[in-house]
Each structure stands twice: as C-alpha cells, then as structure tokens.
C-alpha cells in the first residue's frame, strides 16, 4: 500500500521589485526597440518566433521575458509540452520539425558566442531549411531577444504580470 503525504500550501517567496523601471528611464530607447522587434517579426512564423524567444530567454535566464512569451506561445497555440521540452531540445527532437530544430540551433549560436562566432555548419543547417530573407529576419529577431533579454536581467524586471495582447508590436 502506497501512502501520501499531503502537502501543505505555504506562501510563495515576496515578489522583488524591479531594479530599474528602464522604460520609462529611457523612452527613446524603448520606442526605437519596439519598432526594431515589429521590423524583425516581419515574414517568421509566430510559433517559430516564440519558440526562438524561449530558447533565449531560457539561455539568458530573462524570467521577464520567459513569463511573457510563452503566454505569446500558448496564446499562438503552442503545445504546453513543446514549450517544456524546449530546454532540453537535443534529446527532444522528435517535438520539432527540422526547420525549428535548425532555428533553435542557430538561436543558441548567436545567443552564446561561445567562441565567438557562429560554426559555420550550424548557419548552413539553418540556411538550408530557410529562405535567404527569412534566414535574414530570423537573425534579427534573435538579436532583438538577447536585447530584450539583457535589458529584463540587468533592470531584473519582475514576471509574472503579462497577459498576452499587453504590449503590440
């Protein structure tokens, strides 16, 4: 006989307060990049869009921006497990066309820079599996996330609060 321990609710950790509300510091800034992500989504499948965001976000550990996206993922109509397996991708193939494989990779590449640069196989996966301009746009949009992401990690913007539709891009 199996037993079970009922867990008891306890309260969760206070929420932190922003470090720096950056946005309102910096209007300008936050404007031109609001019309830098607008430009970079231009041609990309949604789904594929936010999954890259995640994978970032993930890398980057931008809570701010993970809370936001994958509520844009699910509200896009991701799957729940896709969306958890993202992390661990390399052992989760199976999830992912080979276009979204090839993506996630690339994200990872230009998100990291281990050794500073992008190997060039992981860039000819990527180009094989997407056109010449969509392989253009997809490279922006990963640049504008690390962006987003190192603005959400050094301000430590506080997640939890974004309903999808909050921000139009």
């Known amino acids: ?8 609710p306890t309260a969760n950790a ?18 031109a990049m609001v019309r830098l992500d607008a430009a970079s ?13 995640i994978r970032a976000s993930q890398l980057n550990h931008c809570a701010f921006c993970l809370d936001m996206h994958t509520k844009d993922a699910l509200a896009a109509g991701e799957s729940v497990e896709r969306i958890i397996q993202l992390s ?5 193939q199976h999830f992912y066309t080979e276009k979204e494989l090839a993506a996630i990779e690339l994200t990872e590449a230009v998100t990291v820079l281990t050794d500073g640069f992008v190997p060039d ?3 000819a996966k990527a180009a094989k599996h997407l056109e010449e301009a969509e392989l253009a746009q997809l490279i922006a949009a990963i640049t504008v996330i690390n962006a987003w992401n190192r603005f959400g990690v050094t301000a430590r913007l506080t997640p939890g609060h974004y ?7």
């Open 1 to 8: 006989m199996t037993t079970h321990t009922h867990h008891t």
């Open 14 to 31: 206070p929420e932190h307060p922003a470090r720096l509300q950056w946005a309102q510091l910096a209007p300008d800034v936050y404007k």
């Open 41 to 53: 989504r231009k041609g990309l499948d949604p789904v594929l869009l936010e999954l890259v965001k």
């Open 88 to 92: 661990a991708w390399e052992e989760s």
């Open 121 to 123: 196989e992981v860039y």
């Open 163 to 169: 309903t999808p539709g909050d921000i139009k891009h």
